[in-house]
Structure formats: C-alpha cells, structure tokens
C-alpha cells in the first residue's frame, strides 16, 4: 500500500484540488522533500509525465527519503491513502497484488484494443441503454489479431467485487511490473558472479506473461550474458509441414527499446532454412566464428539491412517437453572477438529457463485469446438475440458483423427452400462498398440478391453439409466461372458453411468471397464462420417462429374481434330491453329465500337482475349507463351455452339467492356496495361458457382449456369470459368508476368467481368455520370480509339444496343428467370409466350420492350461515328437510333392491 502511495501521490494530485487547510507537522516534513525534488512544494504542480517515468526517479535520493519517511510512519501513510486514494488507485493496487501485468512496455503498461473497445462499448450500451437492439456497436475486432497474437489484460475483480477489464484513460505508472521488480543496470549486472548474474536475470522475465515484453526482456539479458552485439528471436508459427520460423524481434540491441524494434519488418524463415531453420528442425545449438564460411547463412539479410554478420551463436529454445518453441540468436561478440565455449554454456543455461517463461506467456496468450474469442461470440448472441424483428434485420445485423471480424469483398447468406433442397428461395448479401458508404449506419437490410451464385459450390454445401474453403476458386471444378463474366469482380477465395436451425436441419449457406489483400481463408476464419453458422442458424430459426408467432397473434385478434362481434348483444336488443318497465322486487318474490324460476321467461330474468342492480342502488352509485348495463347483461346471457344445468338459468337464480341474503341479513352494510357489486357481477358470470362438463374432465381429454389453465381450469375460463364481456364495445358497465374502485372490483371478481370451485372450497372453509365457532369474526377486516365472500358464494352456487323438495327434486334430475351426458363421453370418447356420480348405469345411487353430498358440502356451511345470522336459519332447514326426503328414497332404492335380489 506504502509503493501505491508514492507511485499514486503525484497522479492522485493532479485529479483533485487539494482543499486548503492547515499543514502538519508531517505533512510539511512531506512537502519539503517534494519541494527539493520537483522545486514546489504544491503536490497538485507535480506532473503526471515526471512521475511516469519511474527510472527517473526510483533511484533519486530525495525520492528514497520520502519512502524511507512513510516507511517510519505508517499511520500517516494510511491516513494520507484513506483521504486522498481515487477508486483507479484501488483497483490498481488490487490488480498489482493478484495477478502480475504483463502487458509492459518500456515500463509504462499498455492497455490493449479490447480494454479501449470495452470502455467505447460501455459508452454507447450507456447512451443506447433503453433502446432498440439495432443500437448496439459492433465490436471493431479482426479475426486477423487470433492469428498473429496479441495480449488483453487479464480479468480482475474490483473492490465492489465485479469482475472487469481494467481499463484506465492514462495508464498509471503503478500498474509495470517494473513499480514491483527494479531492472538493475549493466553496471550493477556486471559486479555480479556468474551465478547471481544469472539469478537476477531469471528474475526479471520470470512475473513476464507478455510474449512481446518477455522477448526483449530475454534478448537483452542474452546480450548481457554473452557480450553479443545483435541478438534475435525466433519462435515457431504452425504445426507439422506448414512450421516456419518468424522473428518476433529482430536486431535487438542492448539500448534498443520495444516500440523500436517492434517497428521492424517481421521475417519469415522455412522449416530447416539457413542457419535458423537449421537449428528449429535439428534441435542442436551452433557456434559459428565466421559465418560467411557457413553454406547454411544466409546473406540476403545483411545485405537488406546493411549491418554484417561475422560471429554467431544460434541456440534452440525449448519447453519443459523439450519441444522446439523458438531460436535465440546473438550475432558479432564484443571486440572483435567470436563467441566462445563458455558463452555458448552461458547461453544455454539461461535458455533453459527462457523455454519455460516462453511456454508460460504463450499458454496465457491464449488463453486471453480465447477470452476475447469468447467475447465476440457472446456479443454476436446479443446481437442476434435482443432483436428479433425481421429476418431481413436479424440477417444483416449477423451479415455486419461477420464483414466486421474477417474483411473481405462480400459476405452471402442464402435460405434454403423448406421442401427442394439446394433451392434457394432468398439471397441476402452485403458488399465492401456498402460498408464504405455513407448510408451505411442507417441501413437496417441487406441487399436482397444482387450478384449472381456460384450454384456449384452453394449448392454442394446445402445438399452435402460439408465446409468448403476454396484457395482459389477458378482452380476448382466445383466452380461455375460464368458468373463472373461481364462483372467487375472476380471470386478467388470462398469460405461457405451450412447453415443448421436448432434440429440441425440444414436451412441455408453462409458464405464469404475474396479475403482483402488477397490473403486465403484461415482455420481461424473457419472457427469463427462455424460458429457464426451456429447462432445465424438460431437467429434465423427463432425469427422465423417469432414471425410465424406474431402471424397467428394476428390472426387471434382478428378472431376475438370476430368472436367479440357475435358474443355481444346488438345495440338494437339493449334499447328493446331498456325500454320495458321493470316489476318490483316483491312481484318477483326476488327477496325470497325459496325462490324458483320456473314461472319465468328470459326476457323476465333480464328485468329481475335490472330490479336488482336498481333496489341495491348500484347504477346510481357507480354511474353506470342504463342502456350500457341492458347490453351487458345481454351478452352475459349470449355467452351461456345451452347445456342442461350450468346455463344461463342457473346464474340468474345464484344471483338471485346472493341479492336475497345481502337484503334479508342487511350483510350490505358490513360488505359495501363496491364488494355488492362484485358479487352480484360475479353470480352472473361465475359460469360463463361453461360446457356442461367439470375441471376433471377437461384434464383428462387434455383440452385446450386444461392447458392453459392448470388450476381451477373452468372457473378461470369463465372470470376471463367476463372480462372480455366487460372490456367489448359497448358493454362497459365500469367505464365511469375511479381507477383504484376498477382494480378493486376486478379483484374480488376474480376472487369470487374462483371460489366457485370446490376445491377452493375445501381450502378455505377451515378457516372461516373456525372464525364462526370462535365468533372472533370482524367483517371489517379485509381477510375475514374475503372469506365470507367466498362461502357466500359456494352458498348460492349450491342453494338449489335449500329450496323446497318440489324444486330441489327437478334440479337435481338436471343435474344428474348433465353429469351422465359428460360420463357417457369419458366412456365413449376416452375410453375411461367414469365416476358413479357420472355413471349412467348407478343412477339408482342417486338419493344416497346427494345425501353424501348435503353431509359433505351443504351442510356444514349452511349451519355456519346460520349462526351468523338467523334469517339464514330457512335456508338450513330447507338443507335438512331434502336431506330426508334423499335418506327415504336411498333406503328405500336399498329395500327394493333387497327384494329384487331376494335377500
């Protein structure tokens, strides 16, 4: 921490104004040093550039007194770092400590054109944040960089804990290896014995993971070791018969710096060529004193760069497996004298461990190659992924971004026909010149088949799924040359794949024609194609279902407005009903708790559910347009099929039995007419569409239905069906409602509607019989309120129960014949045999399934109802009386089945 104080001090100063206060004692004692050293006392006049350079003043005696002062005062040292350290200081301090840096030059870190693109990227993510996928930047990478090499810095975890490319606009001088290993000069080298020459020479390339920094590093120290003039290396490019020698710094002399020598044109030697190859292929290490006397020496490079070879030494480097990696050279010794037996020892045995720091920066290079690999294609997956518009869009943006990473004249994707294999049925392409034009920025499609199709050799990747990597194409029979004839271009390099969708079906070819400066296609630019093939074959597939999606999204709109249209009342039939006078709810016998419909006509029930919503004073207090509410319940009544119980019927008389219990108990005052409202609303449409078939059955014909619902299948089918009734033209009953009374209305519709089921039920019972035997109930709370609800609803929807034997007996045998109607289709239909309650052939069980069923489910809440109100003591013993009346005929279905038997 002490090191990134005194290497940060200066820099830390020129970001932030000192504020003025008070010098102290040891701070002043500070500011005299650096008032001898830089000629102010003002931290903030020291500049960033004389601190840059740390070799010019690592070694200054002023400067040692300052780190031998903050060494005696530690306190002050961390006191100064907690008050004055930027986040950048952390981070490097954090970088410095975990992994060594590698990417040094001159002793100044450089960063690498990914962590400059990663700050650029950043940027514009930030400025597009928000925006459409087609925003996003290209990242400006070429495949080229995968082959020739190239460093990024490593991954690091910043004090906030994210991981991250550090990336800093001046690259702080803390951050060299150098700020943690001091390079001694030749002086202080040559005072050392051979033994600790050699020491301190691993030293300083061993923390070295820059394969660029490494070879100077190694060229500099053999030049130390052997007194040599020149030295060169050499390291191995390629595998089996296409290994060649390129030299990775060439002429390196003992004061040359890395930028100058990296200047240097860069030499290709062949696989046992002169002297070098020689050495590469035979693994044997030559001392040459004059090398214009050696056959193998090669004379054509001191003529090109005027310096003369007289002495040589050229030695193999190898790894740990002894594998040939490289060739070190030192050319013309000192004084003109030649390199003798012991410089050539000297040599090898500093090798020995240059192989080993070699193999190490090569297998962290790519590794951070592989980083970077890594980053283009996830960038490509986002690319292609966040937008998926178009396939025009999605092919263009894929199209851009390959041209981005391996340049060449024109880049193709061709969509295969579905059915007639090595049928193209569309051509997308992108040209060099309408990446250089102006319009290029704004286009959002490529071209759509402007050149004509070299058909043999796209044809033979889409029929065969083979990669075809054409050096030169006119060589190539595959090739059809009259597609160049009376153009201005020619093919001479192809590189195409197939294109696979997520079944690896073949669905088309990418390919790309005509790599710039004439450069054949590499098995680097075949990874990156392969890969690229992958996700465009994704991307494609996935558009093309999003496109097919939004397709048959359109098609359902058109359907519900089609559906919505005959599902709703005419305009014509609401004025008709609006226009009737409406009996009072006593004509009616609407307060009636043994109420029956059986005297009733449709159009009367319409007019009784209006006497309803009128004496519960619901269209005045909500607003509601009369002619609006006749139309509503027009078409609530539409969307009733005609099954034979859980029709339109049934509704109208759940409905009824909720208005006669919120009147009779006066409940309305406790409830309010918002949760009124919703009751009543949820009475009439809690079986909207009903098929005349229950939730079990629609999971075991897997219907539609089942599928989107998995629970409480038909009961959200009908709160949706309100909905849609609610949201037609014309039928929007709650248009004039506030927003918060719209959002509470629909929730306890939905609620009330689901209670229906009995399942729902059986779960909440528990808690409101507790509630009702504790008498803790408190109607104003909100979690007791919704569980009267929901038994208030299981009440009504089950009250026919309670009504007197004449009527209970006729809906019970409609009942019964809708639960054999859907019995009789398990058996036929799903080939199952279905339950007794559902089984035509146990009718005679009957009387004995609804005694089972009052015990069960009537009962137990019907004598709850009665012990929260007395008035509700009628609709028990109406339960009570049936239950009798059903035990008489069970026993005596059980004696007559005795004496048909004989017992």
Known sequence: MKR????????????????????????????????????????????????????????????????????EHPDFSMDYFLRKATRSMVDAWLVSHSLPQSTVSNGVPVLSELDNLNSANHHAQQASRGGSGATTPVRKISAQEFEKGGLLKPFVTTIDGSPTFITFGHPPDYMSTSARHHRKSRTELKQLDERELIFELVKDICNDLDIRSLCHKILQNVSILTGADRCSLFLVQGEGASRCLVSKLFDVCPHSTLQEVEKKEEIKISWGSGIVGYVAESGEAVNIPDAYKDSRFNHDIDLMTGYKTRSMICMPIK???????????????YGDSTFNSHDSQVFSSYLQFCGIGLRNAQLYERSQLEVK??????????????????????????????YSLIKCERCQVLLLHEKSMGTFTRVFDLDHKDVESAEFENRLSPGDGRFPLNIGITWHVATTGESVNIVNAYEDHRFDPSVDEGQDFGHKTILAMPIRNASSKIIGVIQLVNKFDDLPFTKNDENFVEAFAIFCGLGIHNTNVYEKTVLAMAKQRVTLEVLSYHATASSEDATKLSSLSVPSAQAYRLYDLKFNDFGLEDPETLQACLRMFMDLDLIQRFHVDYHVLCRWLLSVKKNYRNVTYHNWRHAFNVAQMMFAIVTTTEWWRYLGEMEVLALIMACLCHDLDHRGTNNSFQIKASSPLAQLYSTSTMERHHFDQCLMILNSQGCQILTNVTSDEYSRIIKILEECILSTDLAVYFRKRVGFFD???????????????????????????????????????KVAELIAAEFFEQGDIEKNELNITPIDMMNREKKDQLPAMQVSFIDTICLPVYEAFASLSDRLITLLNGCISNRNRWLELSNFSESEDDFKNGT
């Open 4 to 71: 990134l104080i005194v290497d940060g001090m200066g820099q830390n100063m020129c970001h932030q104004k000192m504020k003025k206060r008070s010098v102290t004692k040891s701070e002043s004692m500070t500011a005299e040093v650096l008032r001898n050293t830089f000629g102010t006392s003002n931290l903030e006049e020291v500049s960033q550039d004389s601190l840059r350079n740390r070799d010019s003043w690592i070694n200054d005696p002023d400067w040692s007194k300052v780190e031998a002062w903050l060494d």
């Open 373 to 402: 690999r890594n980053q283009v294609l996830l960038d490509l997956a986002k690319m292609i992924f966040e937008e998926q518009s178009t396939l025009e869009h999605t092919v263009y943006r894929i199209l851009s971004h390959t």
């Open 771 to 809: 509630l009702v035997n504790s008498k803790v109930y408190n109607w104003s709370d909100d979690s007791d309120r919704e569980l009267l609800r929901g038994m208030m609803m299981t009440a009504c929807d089950v009250a026919a129960i309670t009504k007197p034997w004449e009527t209970q007996y």
């Open 319 to 333: 790894d740990a497996n002894g594998d040939v990696i490289g060739v070190a050279q030192v050319i013309n010794k």
